[in-house]
């Protein structure tokens, strides 16, 4: 009777090791700052979220931009924000945030703030204001007799009067120069921009209420799988163990049974490591292809990165959890293998 509940209980360690470990394989990749910050430092999420922030700076860009008419144009304001939206800073946003949005979600108060620092930015202005003019410049035409004429047509008839370059015209040193004075004019506009904004800030109330209520139930959900896995754990031992009493028997057949037990649960463990990336596989292609058709080009990307990188630290976990295991009982079968036989303690029947 003894060797059968040892066998049940065996079946359920085994059983239940293997959802421990993806429980708690599942709450260390989900809930740590780490697996995030391997996905933004990727090339392909980096690329494609500054691209998105690009656009929406050009955007901006072109709005403030369209007082200039034709002298400005889409292609000028897709090259400043390329200019002012570098990887590195994107990256170094986006690290930022996710201190404070885990921070808060292990307990900090009070409410994160998720601030964007403009401070770099502003201190690229009065350089990229320089290169534009001075390219803008040099794509004019030299003034000659028929430019002339042009203008004065143009002036005439009060339409827009083409602009030409002087020939010999020194670009550089006009742009440079005290009487343009450009940086001055561009670092005074600058002074009313912050150095930094608070991107909840800047949100309506409903909206900032939305999401620190969804961070308040994510952290309530943390808090209360980590609760329900601590007992899955410690109940796990207390069967680990009662196996031991169960099957009281010399060192060496104890230990057989403790080893094989560990080997078939990381065994149990590793398989689910495989199924890990089938699922992976089922789950992509779901996301990847919604009811209205493929996400747009320009998520897929950031999208697959992230998929990536999660399921690469849950299997990275699931496999040093199912390894240990199987390679502590193989060690323990093996250690009992080098013991000398003995007779049974009590009867284990």
């Given at each position: 009777?003894?060797?059968?509940?040892?066998?049940v209980l065996?079946?359920?360690?085994v059983?239940?090791?293997a959802?421990?470990a993806i429980g708690?394989?599942a709450?260390q990749?989900?809930?740590?700052?780490?697996?995030?910050?391997?996905?933004?430092?990727r090339?392909?999420?980096?690329?494609?979220?500054?691209?998105?922030a690009?656009?929406?700076?050009?955007?901006?860009?072109m709005?403030?931009?369209?007082?200039?008419?034709s002298l400005?144009?889409?292609?000028d304001a897709d090259?400043?924000?390329?200019?002012?939206?570098s990887?590195?800073?994107?990256?170094?946003?986006?690290?930022?945030w996710?201190?404070?949005l885990f921070?808060?979600?292990?307990?900090?108060?009070p409410?994160?703030e998720l601030?964007?620092?403009l401070?770099?930015?502003?201190h690229k202005?009065p350089d990229?204001?320089?290169?534009?003019?001075?390219?803008k410049l040099?794509?004019?035409?030299?003034?000659?007799?028929e430019k002339?004429?042009?203008?004065l047509v143009?002036?005439?008839?009060g339409?827009e009067?083409?602009?030409c370059?002087?020939p010999?015209?020194?670009?550089?040193g006009?742009?440079?120069s005290?009487t343009?004075?450009?940086?001055?004019?561009?670092?005074a506009?600058?002074?009313?921009v912050?150095d930094?904004v608070?991107?909840?800030?800047?949100a309506?109330e409903?909206d900032?209420?939305s999401?620190i209520?969804?961070?308040n139930a994510?952290?309530q959900?943390?808090r209360?799988?980590r609760?329900?896995?601590t007992?899955?754990?410690?109940a796990?031992v207390?069967?680990f163990?009662l196996?031991?009493?169960?099957?009281w028997?010399?060192t060496r057949?104890?230990?057989?049974?403790?080893?094989?037990?560990?080997?078939?649960s990381?065994?149990?463990a590793l398989?689910?490591f495989?199924?890990?990336f089938?699922?992976?596989g089922?789950?992509?292609?779901?996301v990847?292809?919604s009811p209205?058709g493929a996400?747009?080009a320009n998520?897929l990307?950031?999208?697959q990165?992230a998929f990536?990188?999660?399921?690469?630290?849950?299997?990275?976990w699931?496999?040093?959890v199912?390894?240990a295991?199987?390679?502590?009982?193989?060690a323990?079968?093996a250690?009992?293998?080098a013991m000398p036989?003995g007779?049974p303690?009590?009867d284990?029947r």
């Amino acid at each position: 009777m003894r060797k059968f509940l040892a066998g049940v209980l065996a079946l359920v360690f085994v059983v239940g090791f293997a959802l421990d470990a993806i429980g708690w394989g599942a709450l260390q990749t989900l809930f740590s700052p780490n697996t995030y910050i391997t996905i933004i430092r990727r090339p392909e999420f980096v690329g494609a979220a500054a691209e998105l922030a690009r656009d929406q700076v050009a955007a901006q860009v072109m709005e403030q931009g369209a007082a200039l008419g034709s002298l400005f144009t889409a292609d000028d304001a897709d090259w400043v924000a390329k200019q002012l939206v570098s990887d590195p800073w994107l990256t170094a946003q986006m690290e930022q945030w996710l201190g404070v949005l885990f921070d808060y979600l292990k307990g900090a108060e009070p409410q994160p703030e998720l601030i964007l620092s403009l401070a770099e930015l502003k201190h690229k202005v009065p350089d990229i204001a320089e290169t534009l003019l001075a390219d803008k410049l040099r794509r004019l035409p030299l003034c000659t007799m028929e430019k002339v004429a042009e203008a004065l047509v143009a002036l005439l008839n009060g339409s827009e009067i083409p602009l030409c370059l002087p020939p010999n015209f020194d670009v550089d040193g006009f742009v440079r120069s005290d009487t343009l004075n450009l940086r001055a004019h561009v670092a005074a506009a600058m002074r009313s921009v912050p150095d930094s904004v608070d991107i909840l800030a800047l949100a309506d109330e409903a909206d900032r209420a939305s999401v620190i209520a969804g961070l308040n139930a994510i952290r309530q959900a943390q808090r209360q799988a980590r609760d329900y896995l601590t007992v899955l754990s410690a109940a796990l031992v207390g069967v680990f163990l009662l196996i031991g009493l169960l099957r009281w028997t010399p060192t060496r057949a104890l230990l057989q049974w403790w080893g094989w037990t560990l080997v078939l649960s990381g065994g149990l463990a590793l398989t689910a490591f495989g199924l890990l990336f089938v699922v992976r596989g089922v789950v992509w292609a779901w996301v990847a292809t919604s009811p209205n058709g493929a996400l747009p080009a320009n998520l897929l990307p950031m999208v697959q990165a992230a998929f990536d990188g999660v399921f690469s630290a849950m299997g990275g976990w699931m496999l040093f959890v199912g390894g240990a295991a199987a390679l502590a009982g193989l060690a323990l079968a093996a250690l009992s293998l080098a013991m000398p036989r003995g007779e049974p303690i009590a009867d284990s029947r």
